[in-house]
């Protein structure tokens, strides 16, 4: 090899480390800059084989599960439905999985692999503590309340859950497999609890199983029996003590103060509450539609799928459901309520509104609809031009709304029978928007409370809040009383300059889900579900929500049994299977297994599952012959355990298909490898390279 050879290979190797360093440090935060750190060292790889031959990259043993898993994506992308696309996800894991032959070839040795995990370890560390200080704020703007989700501040928060659930993983099984001196397990230890805290503020349930499934993985392999006992006591006693709740509280209210004079146990989940003279209307989630009088039920009427919103509307009575159909009740002769029709409006419905004995329902893609008669449904007025709104309020003359795809406060004049005309926006990037209408006034709520007042064609604003977690107002005159989603009261004043004061009156001790008001009465309903067994609940709305788009891919599959769809956006094509009566789609099946089925078939589904079994084969082989070895068997058991995690996280999310969750996978693989590779190939040259 002559000088200029060796010293462009030399200058190679270094850009290969720097930038597998780049890539290191960005795996948990940044998707950009970690594909920047694996594709370069991929084609330097490429142009040290061209230009010497020598071929870096080592069989392991995995080549036929990778061979017949991409031919499997191939044969779906000639025959499906949507060829670019398929072949474009083809292209995309096919591109991906040499990052395990990368990772391997670049760890190059015991001591620089170990190198790796300290990097990767240490920047997904410091990452997570970053996220913390978001979820703190994210947990003092009540989001969690409104959004049941973490924050997303390097990408989406079920992405941001899944790989902090494989960091938890792996420092779990520093701390408990490595017997080093108290000081570095104290690091472990420290290091466990910090990334347990990022993974439960990132609130994603699918990454909280996959990380329980690890650590019991792990706890199982090692034999801690005791630890076992603990978490399973633990667990009981977590399950067992949050009980659940559902509850309607009366108050009375003299215009300072609010005392309790009753409260009401109801069966399902009180979710909202309306009040009619002597008696109230509940929706009760899964205990259907309720009425109350005195305290006492009078009348329960089962819906087919959870009651989230009740109305009364004239003579009858309206069930908003959770799959965006409403049922309309009517009293029979004998004075029963029964169901005497269904109707949906055209989109998916983030809010419904009774005002002037009109119906409207706000739909997130489809805009404004406005009902007429409930007699018939088809008496409506639709306007398309109000889409993507999360709430809105309106009075005679001014409908205000806040749009979530522009993040606009949206302020426009018109009533339901013409079209309403754009007056004012004003931009306000939040994830959530409560707004209200009193006279001119316009009350908005994001992460402060802002008082605006409409004036010579435009949104002034006049006054801002401290306030947090409003979700709903009502007004009585010149005064108005404010319920935010962790239980607090507030009563705000107008006086003669058009400014509102305010006060807290009460702090209820519970996060409400609505309020009413009659005369010297509040009603406030209530419901305490626990967080923990919400997985096995049918009910819960992102399970309710997985049970329907697993049906539908069921019937995707039965349609295409043999090759399936082809690896693609699955949002059209489930327009075209799932029922009517569900408003939203989806892209993927937010479940690894039915989604290979939808989109590989039968045949493309074994190749996945063959693949999986030979990826578990080799983790397990490597912790096996390593874990004799301090901090490389501690490597192999967290990146088996991880694995078992991902897996069972994919039992509710496309996790396969999200690309830096993917990535992680094959990273970990690639290391794991190395590993072995360093410990074992180079110490005993007759051990085979693929185990």
């Known amino acids: 090899m002559t000088n200029k050879t060796e010293k462009e290979t030399t200058l190679i190797r270094k850009l290969i480390f720097g930038f597998l360093i780049l890539f290191l440090i960005t795996l948990t935060n940044s998707i950009f800059f970690c594909q920047i750190g694996y594709f370069i060292p991929l084609i330097l790889f ?40 398929a072949f474009q996800n083809f292209f995309k894991r096919m591109v991906l999985i040499p990052l395990v032959y990368v990772i391997t070839a670049g760890a190059g040795d015991k001591e620089k692999a170990k190198l790796f995990v300290k990097i990767y370890l240490g920047a ?134 609010l005392v309790q004079n009753s409260e009401i146990n109801t069966p399902g989940r009180a979710s909202s509450v309306e009040v009619m003279g002597d008696t109230l209307l509940v929706a009760d989630y899964e205990g259907g539609m309720s009425l109350y009088t005195g305290g006492k039920l009078i009348e329960e009427v089962k819906t087919e799928t959870p009651s989230v ?37 055209p989109g998916k419905t983030n809010e419904i509104k009774l005002y002037n004995q009109y119906l409207y329902t706000a739909d997130e893609d489809s805009g404004l609809t406005v009902f007429h008669n409930p007699a018939n449904t088809k008496d409506n007025v639709r306007f398309r031009k109000l889409g993507g709104v999360f709430t809105f309020d309106m009075n005679d003359s001014l409908l205000a709304l806040y749009d979530f795809k522009s993040f606009s406060l949206k302020l426009f004049r018109g009533d339901s029978n013409e079209s309403y005309k754009l007056i004012d926006s004003i931009k306000y990037k939040s994830s959530i928007g409560y707004v209200w209408v009193n006279g001119r006034d316009i009350l908005f709520q994001t992460d402060k409370l802002y008082h605006f007042i409409y004036r010579n064609g435009a949104i002034i ?16 005159g010149s005064s108005a009383l404010g319920l ?11 006086d003669s300059r058009d400014n509102y004061s305010y006060k807290q009156i009460a702090a209820l001790g519970y996060s409400p889900t609505d309020f009413t008001l009659s005369g010297d009465k509040i009603f406030v309903s209530m419901n305490k579900r626990n967080r923990f067994a919400s997985v096995i609940d049918p009910y819960y709305e992102t399970n ?7 049906r539908t891919g069921l019937k995707i599959f039965s349609a295409h049994p043999f090759f399936g769809v082809g690896d693609i956006d699955l949002n059209k094509l489930y327009g075209e299977y799932k029922e009517p009566y569900l408003k939203e789609n989806f892209g993927h099946m937010h479940n690894n297994f039915v989604h290979f089925l939808v989109i590989l078939g ?12 030979k990826i578990l084969q080799i983790h397990l082989r490597i912790y096996i012959s390593l874990k004799q070895i301090p901090f490389a068997s501690s490597y192999a058991l967290g990146a088996l355990a991880a694995f078992i995690g991902f897996l069972f996280s994919g039992l509710g999310e496309w996790n396969f298909g999200d690309q830096e969750i993917i990535t992680m996978v094959w990273f970990t693989l690639g290391l794991n490898i190395a590993f072995y590779r360093g410990y074992l190939l180079k110490e005993n040259p007759r051990v085979t390279e693929d185990g």
């Open 46 to 85: 490429i142009y040290v084989f061209i230009s010497t031959r020598e071929n870096p990259f080592k069989k392991n043993g995995l080549e036929l599960a990778f061979i017949l898993f991409l031919a499997a994506e191939l044969i779906s992308a000639c025959l499906s439905v949507n060829r670019p696309a």
């Open 309 to 345: 919103k009740a109305v009364k509307w004239g003579r009858t009575y309206l069930s908003g459901l959770l799959d965006s159909r409403i049922v309309i009740f009517k009293h029979n002769s004998n004075g029963k309520l029964i169901n005497s029709g269904v109707f949906t409006s």
């Open 602 to 613: 039968s045949l493309g589904f074994c190749a996945a599952i063959f693949m999986i079994f």
């Open 484 to 494: 935010s989603g962790d239980g607090k009261v507030f009563r705000f004043d107008k």
């Open 461 to 476: 604003q006049v006054q801002k809040f401290e306030i947090v977690g409003l979700f709903k107002m009502l007004f009585t």
């Open 124 to 257: 997904a560390l410091l990452t997570m503590i970053v996220y913390i200080g978001f979820a703190y704020e994210h947990f003092t703007a009540q989001l969690y309340r409104f959004e049941s989700k973490g924050p997303s501040p390097f990408q989406y928060v079920m992405t941001a859950g899944g790989l902090m659930s494989f960091t938890t993983i792996f420092f779990f099984a520093f701390l408990i497999n490595e017997m080093r001196k108290i000081t570095v397990r104290l690091f472990y230890l420290a290091a466990f609890l910090l990334a347990a805290v990022g993974l439960y503020s990132s609130y994603t349930r699918a990454a909280w199983m996959g990380a329980v499934a690890g650590i019991v993985f792990i706890v199982l392999i090692k034999r801690k029996w005791w630890m076992m006992v603990t978490g399973a006591a633990l667990i009981l006693f977590a399950v067992l003590y949050y009980k659940n709740e559902s509850k309607i509280y009366e108050y009375k209210y003299d215009g300072e103060s």
């Open 544 to 550: 309710f929500e997985r049970l329907n788009i697993w």
